[in-house]
Structure formats: structure tokens, C-alpha cells
């Protein structure tokens, strides 16, 4: 993951994806998809549990510092490790099947290869201000997050909010937004949704100020062209 210092060349928010159904969503010439994850009702406490077991079981050897700010953030969890219990066996095979989706909704280059490579469980203490700075995911294929935690209610929109910036190259679209670099897509999470998008788009996510912890799992998928 790269962290991405933030800047006045980012313009106001104009697209709110919560206002958009299921399906792909064309932010600006860069697609994101957002899906909801089937049976996730059965598996969402389980997941839950996992996700404070990894943070209690991190705590003796130090949280990773990626682009969190504050918040607890896993290590890597690969494939495999999830494949040693059932809601781990639910997640990568809802991960995989909505990827492929995806692929689908956005009509990107055909890939080949396409695998599960990491994951880690994200946990902000509610009411506590923790973030993530502006980054991406470098080299891989695609990028997303399954929330199992969210907000009490989506009334606002700045608590925990994820923010997607997309990059504007064509000077007459910029001069639209006040030349602005890139412009913002934002989405305050719903449990049970899965987010997915390209691994090099500019995300974060703001200060967490919720009555309740706000809890997701992020994966990066492979793929070669």
C-alpha cells in the first residue's frame, strides 16, 4: 500500500455512491462496483469474532502501520488461512465469485490468472477519530473491502466515510471542477456490501466518530494481461 500526501487539488464531492444501486459506477472514467455479498446474515458474526480475535492475538507483537492512522490493522491474511474455518471458506468464495462480477461490470482488459492475494481486518474504536490517509494498492489487479461493521445510520456521511478519488487528465473535464486534479466519489459503508476497484485509485477513508466500531476486511486480487 502507498500512502498519497493530500492536497487543495482535490475538488468537492460529486458522486454519492450510496445513491447508486448495485452494479458498476463510472466515477469519472474509472469504474467502481459495489455488490452486495450473499448469505452474509449467516457469517457476519463469525467474521466479527475473527476480526477481535486477529487484534487481540496482534496485540503482544504490535498493530501494522500501513495507511491507518490509529486504527488496528492485521497482517496479511492469505488465502489459505482463511480456508481453516467456515466463514473464512464464505468470505473467499464470495470475494472470488463478486470479482468475477465485477470484471464482468466493468468490461476490463481480459486477465488471466486471476487469484485471491492478501487480506486484512481494518477496526476503528468508535468515537475515536481514527483514519486512513489518502493511498492505493500499487501494483495489483483489483482492490476492495467487505464491511461487517458500519455506522448505526447513514445520516452522516463524513463519519468513517470512504472517499474515492479519481484522476482527471483531459483539461477540458478539469476546467468543469474548477481545475481540479482529481475529483471525489464518497460512500459511508453499509454491512454486507463489497466495494471493488481498481487497485491504483486514491482512496481513504475519514475520522471515525460513530457510537459503535467500524469493521471491514480489504483484499487485493492478481491478474495478468
Known amino acids: 500500500i502507498r500512502s ?10 460529486m458522486i454519492d455512491i450510496n445513491e447508486h444501486s448495485h452494479g458498476v459506477i463510472d466515477c469519472y472514467g474509472t469504474p467502481i462496483v459495489k455488490l452486495q455479498a450473499k448469505d452474509f446474515d449467516q457469517h457476519q458474526a463469525d467474521l466479527i ?3 477481535y480475535w486477529l487484534k487481540d492475538k496482534d496485540r503482544t507483537s504490535g ?22 474455518f467456515e466463514c473464512g471458506n464464505w468470505f473467499v468464495d ?5 470479482v468475477n462480477r465485477a470484471i464482468k461490470l466493468m468490461a476490463a482488459p481480459t486477465h488471466k490468472d486471476i487469484k485471491f492475494d492478501e487480506s486484512w481486518t481494518i477496526i476503528m474504536r468508535q468515537r475515536s477519530g481514527q483514519w486512513n490517509v489518502p493511498h492505493d494498492h500499487g501494483d495489483n489487479f483489483l482492490s476492495g473491502a467487505l464491511y461487517l461493521k458500519a455506522n448505526e445510520s447513514n445520516e452522516n456521511l463524513q463519519n468513517g466515510m470512504a472517499e474515492f478519488m479519481a484522476l482527471i487528465s483531459n483539461p477540458a473535464i478539469s476546467s468543469l471542477y474548477n481545475n481540479a486534479s482529481y475529483q471525489l466519489a464518497k460512500y459511508s459503508p453499509v454491512e454486507g456490501e463489497l ?31
Open 49 to 51: 469474532e475473527r476480526c
Open 195 to 225: 466495494m471493488i476497484f481498481p487497485s491504483s485509485m486514491t482512496h481513504m477513508v475519514s475520522p471515525h466518530l460513530s457510537r459503535q466500531d467500524r469493521i471491514m476486511i480489504s483484499f487485493n486480487i492478481l491478474g495478468n494481461l
Open 94 to 98: 464470495t470475494v472470488m465469485s463478486n
Open 63 to 84: 498493530y501494522t502501520q500501513r495507511s491507518n492512522r490509529g486504527s488496528f490493522h492485521s497482517s496479511a491474511i492469505r488465502e489459505e488461512d482463511w480456508r481453516d
Open 4 to 13: 498519497i500526501s493530500r492536497s487543495t487539488c482535490f475538488g468537492n464531492f
